[in-house]
RNA sequence: GCCCCGGUAGCUCAGCUGGAUAGAGCAACGGAUUUCUAAUCCGUAGGUCACAGGUUCAAAUCCUGUCCGGGGUACCA
């Protein structure tokens, strides 16, 4: 039943008749009409071999006996492709398909697989920017995907909350609270100057009263509980759930970090100098060392995620995403090397590095930096807008690519805004269907051939290719790709209704035929969406 | 200096495991509205795919170099 492989079936018979020993051919499908559905470059490809002229080889492979002729005819064009012409019979079964199967249309079964997606991992130290955003975004799309293809996924969010930048965050909370209650404490260099740092240092007041000695645990311990909360919750409020914190001081107690340090040095892939202990990469292909534990007897970032990362492995993940921004780029390469030197499998590890997040207002760019609280939060964000157009905003660009977040666009709800072309047009399928049933009560006997203009059969083509590209999603770990398959289903669709009446009581047959691929449409829109985490109303 | 990402229509970007005439949205212009929801559709216009070499039957796509933009390059995470 699968084009894909019936096809292929059809070159592999070919060139098994004639004793030719080739693999490398593909087989892409044409978004052009002209040259049938889909096209294989295997006679280009075979024409040094054979010693043919490619448009021969294409010739004779078209003219080689086709036991699927139920599902496609051949010809060749120059300059030497095989096209295939794809029955229309066949769509119709696809549209069939996808009527019968609905929410699982494209979904794998279960693979007893495990897979575990990692991202935000930010430390308590502020509220989540809208650089954040976009990776809780990804991060959430991805396990989606992961999902969707049968693996079962955990979510989990790794922070520390005992290193240094959460004494200075305490320090910094301190600075507030006597600040407010009318000492004269400065805030310290490189301390954190936000906003909610008042409301929390309020908030101590409030219950502690005002005699808390700098050196309190209050600051640092009120402080993390306070911020992670609102992280939880602005998290919560995009509609993203974790299922499993990780602290990193949780590799200390347990002596994790120790045991590397020891292996590494066993090993004889570390050493002292300078009172430090260095990670003797420029030994494994690096230009040069790097610390793993500074003079001052603290561990670098580098030390506890390969700690952390072991333990990944060993918790025996079948397959282990890691979701970074750009500024790690240079960074886990090195934790991945601090594996292979404990000897741990590294080959299921996927990392997908996302770049930086501005956000455009009035035209303008609005330059962020964190420390110096100038920054947009995604919780600003969320007053503004509606969770579905922030989860589509930040998918806009592929992650490999720089995000303009325009603000204005993002707020306007007119039909510039293209979230809204998405769920408009399953609105549209919804309302029809409604009035459909309104307006139509005979029993009518669906016989979908009657399918036969030009714009249902590109409709059920594109609705077909679904599975196919939920694979190639998976392969890239990309909404995007998704995304921008979902645009072309919907212009698809507006495209059709556009120049189609669905319900037409003079014609209830062909009623009939075009309502199923409505709702084939319908449940494609809706299981895209909803991997994507994006609502699909009925109404707008 | 070194590393990563980007440079495609006026603007924002798809396309990039090489394939046949490079796509979409916005902006511009012209049409469709007694509507199955016009948040839509149809049409016109708009391109040396940054530049230069190379590989190939075939390059926006791969390789090398150059230029421009963004980011990284800590005994910060």
Known sequence: MKLKSLMNDFIQNYLDENAIKFEDWNISMNSQDGFGDYSSNVALKLTKQLKQSPISIAESIVNHSNPFSDTFTLSASHPGFVNFHIADNHYHQMVNKINEEKENFGKKKKLNKSANVEFVSCNPTGPLTVGHGRQAILGDMVSNILTWNGYDVSREYYYNDAGKQMRVLAESCYAKYAQQIGLKVPTPENGYVGNYLDDIALKIIDKYGKNLKSDNKIFRDFTEKEIFSNIKNTLDSIGIKFDIFTKEGSFYENGAIDNVLKELKDKELS????????????????????????????????????????????????????????????????????????????????????????????????????????????????????????????????????????????????????????????????????????????????????????????????????????????????????????????????????????????????????????????????NGLSILGISAPERM
């Not at 561990?299 to 506890?304: A, C, G, H, I, S």
């Not at 934790?335 to 770049?355: A, P, R, S, Y």
């Open 271 to 526: 050493y002292e100098k300078d009172g430090a202990v260095w990670f003797k990469t420029s030994s494994l292909g690096k230009e040069e060392d790097k610390v793993l534990v500074k003079s001052s007897g603290e561990p670098t970032y580098r030390l506890p995620d390969i700690a952390y990362h072991a333990d990944k492995v060993d918790r025996g993940f079948d397959l282990i995403v890691d979701i970074f921004g750009a500024d790690h780029i240079d960074t886990y390469p090195d934790v991945i090397l601090g594996l292979k030197c404990l000897d741990k499998k590294t080959d299921h590890i996927k990392v997908v590095i996302h770049q930086f997040v501005t956000i455009k207002k009035s035209g303008e760019i609005v330059k962020m930096s964190t420390r110096k609280a100038n920054f947009v939060t995604l919780d600003e964000l969320n007053d503004q807008l509606s969770s579905d157009i922030i989860r589509y905003f930040f998918i806009m660009r592929g992650a490999n690519s720089h995000l303009d977040f325009d603000l204005d666009l993002a707020k306007d709800e007119s039909e510039k805004n293209p979230v809204y072309y998405l769920q408009y047009a399953n609105a549209r399928i919804s309302n029809l269907l409604k009035r459909y049933d309104k307006e139509i009560t005979e029993k009518v006997k669906i016989n979908l051939s009657l399918l036969k203009e030009k714009d249902e059969i590109a409709l059920a083509k594109l609705l077909s290719e679904f599975p196919n590209k939920m694979e190639e999603v998976l392969k890239v770990l990309e909404p995007r790709k998704l995304a921008t398959y979902l645009e072309e289903v919907a212009a698809a669709y507006h495209k059709f209704y556009g120049n189609h009446k669905v319900i037409d009581p003079q014609n209830l047959d062909l009623s009939m035929a075009r309502k199923k691929l409505c709702e084939a449409t319908k449940t494609i829109l809706m």
